[in-house]
């Protein structure tokens, strides 16, 4: 068995690690406009499939 998809895994597990450090650094108005702009995404996607949307958060 080559060393590639391990390597190729640490690269991952590392790039994850380093993601979540910057998204729990991010002041708490960042993430709420994140959460915010996920909502609508998903309102989306429920019109389209024919649902009704939920209420979203106002900023």
Known sequence: MTKKPS???NHL???KKR???GLAAM???EK???LVAMQKMS???RISC???PLPEWQL
Do not use: C
Request: zero cysteines; charged letters at 35%; aromatic letters at 0%.
């Open 7 to 9: 390597s190729l895994i």
């Open 27 to 29: 002041p708490i108005e």
């Open 19 to 21: 993601l979540r450090r």
């Open 50 to 52: 024919g649902r009704k």
């Open 32 to 34: 709420v406009k994140m």
């Open 43 to 45: 309102n989306q996607i």
């Open 13 to 15: 597990i590392k790039s």
